[in-house]
């Protein structure tokens, strides 16, 4: 049976763990820093046949970090599973992780269900043979390339939706597979394209962007593709096309569902044969170029209807990423207000402005159709009429949709409030107060805006009404 070693210099964390992997039933060696872990592992082997087949690696540790060591283990024919911990739970150590080879990745605090789970699979499983595991170490040189992070960063997300999407990022940045994301309008497509760009072997090359929805048709093959001198009326010199301009790195494809039928076919070709043709040219032209393509449609659906050839969809979803809207990530909204908040503060004030807690509750009731996308937008509408240096819920009060909680539906609300973060005051408390918000406004709208039938309605007086639609921000009808 394979051994399960445990890298953790928090003496708590690793007896958590070492319990965890009694439950599942799988031994385990303990280590507090990088220099234990290789003693460990040189006493012990690693391999299928009694060696240390599992690793459960912490970032953070004394003299060199879990990072260095996950890329001295990874990569050989008998290294072990490696599984990175991180109390950084963020885009940039996720896919950092997954490039270097990672089989997964766990943040801080553990979800030990899901911990016990690892450990049952990649120590207690199958003695899988060396070609059976999920891939490790098979990452490219690492280029030279500019590390100053600004796609990264502009990810952000502690949600497990998103943190697969990260560790999906990493699995892919390593490899020239084509990659198609999926998602709502909003849900950040193109933060996610120029992520697996600049964590590829790819990075110094450039990063091309193409709407296809935003391109006349009869323009999109020159535009793609390039033409000639004299190819058609107008064409006064010869024109280089996306795929040319992206030669070396990567051409993200956004909207590739709304690209004609007809010009599908030539897209398709050269996804095989890596080769051009320029409108008006006389021979083909090779390109070495990514694609990462987008679309916020069912493609399969497009496929059945005959509207996309079902031989480009399985050649641009090699790898298909599903960005989940952000009515799935209960656990980012808040982060990201934070984050909007600070940023545009500086761009407008001069200095990061903050999120008072009152106004947690009405931004977790809102279904965010739009996405972040919409939650970008309200924080700065927020922010150009913003009286202090704190956002309120009385500052956003107006900005959000009376029937946010109605849109959502009650039973998606309240399961947000007991799966993300606890708010001050508590999820009681903090609950009603963000369902206070839409249910008065509902009372207005069934009275036409009479205030005393509203009140009537609620069970309170009108002054009581009047106070609190004053506290919310509520503004009376005219």
């Known amino acids: 049976m394979r051994k399960v070693l445990i890298v953790d210099d928090e003496p708590s964390v690793r007896f958590v763990l070492a319990r965890t992997c009694e439950r599942a039933g799988a031994p385990h060696i303990e280590a507090g820093s990088a220099e234990q872990a290789r003693e460990e592992l040189a006493r012990h082997g690693t391999g299928r046949h009694g060696g240390i087949g599992l690793v459960l690696l912490d970032v953070r540790l004394p003299g060199d970090d879990g990072f260095t060591l996950l890329s001295e283990l990874s990569g050989h024919s008998d290294s072990p599973f490696i599984v990175v911990m991180t109390a950084e739970d963020t885009m940039r150590s996720a896919v950092e992780a997954m490039k270097r080879g990672a089989a ?27 070609d059976e595991r999920p891939e490790q170490g098979a990452r490219p040189p690492e280029p030279e390339r500019r590390r100053d992070g600004a796609p990264i960063e502009s990810l952000i997300g502690r949600s497990p939706a998103m943190v697969d999407v990260f560790k999906e990022i990493g699995r892919v940045a390593r490899t020239e597979m084509t990659v198609t994301l999926m998602g709502e309008s909003g849900t950040g497509k193109e933060l996610v394209a120029r992520a697996v760009h600049s964590n590829s072997a790819r990075a110094r090359g450039p990063f091309i962007t193409v709407n296809m929805a935003a391109i006349p048709r009869d323009l999109m093959e020159s535009e793609l593709y390039g033409h000639e001198r004299g190819a058609f009326t107008g064409a006064a010199e010869r024109r280089p096309g996306k795929f040319e301009l992206a030669g070396g790195g990567t051409l993200f494809l956004d ?28 021979r083909p032209l ?27 969809f399985y050649r641009l979803a090699v790898v298909p990423i599903r960005l989940p809207p952000l009515r799935e990530r209960d656990h980012d909204v808040i982060l990201l207000a934070r984050h909007f908040a600070a940023k545009y503060g500086e761009q407008l004030r001069g200095k990061a402005l903050t999120l008072a807690r009152d106004a947690e509750p009405l931004l977790l009731a809102h279904s965010w159709p739009g996405n972040v996308r919409e939650l970008q937008n309200v924080i700065q509408r927020v922010l150009l009429a913003l009286p202090g240096t704190r956002i309120t819920a009385r500052d956003l009060g107006p900005l959000l949709p009376a029937g946010a909680v109605r849109e959502k539906g009650l039973t998606g609300f309240v399961e947000g409030f007991l799966d993300g973060p606890e708010p001050e ?18 009372a207005m709208d069934r009275t036409k805006g009479n205030q005393l039938k509203a009140a009537e309605l609620l069970g309170m007086n009108r002054n009581t009404l009047r106070e609190r639609m004053r506290a919310l921000g509520l503004k009376p009808r005219d």
């Open 425 to 442: 005051g508590g999820r009681y408390q903090s609950a009603l107060a963000a369902l206070e918000a839409p249910l008065i406004s509902a």
């Open 104 to 130: 997964d990745y766990l943040g801080k605090p553990f979800d030990l269900a899901r911990v016990e789970r690892i450990v049952r699979d990649l120590a207690i499983g199958p003695e899988p043979d060396h």
């Open 286 to 312: 090779p390109v070495d170029v990514r694609i990462v393509a987008a679309t916020n449609a069912d493609l399969s659906r497009s496929v059945e209807e005959g509207r996309f050839r079902r031989d480009l």
């Open 255 to 282: 909207e590739i569902g709304e690209m004609p039928v007809e010009l599908q076919a030539k897209l398709l070709r050269v996804l095989q044969e890596r080769e051009i043709d320029r409108v008006g040219g006389s």
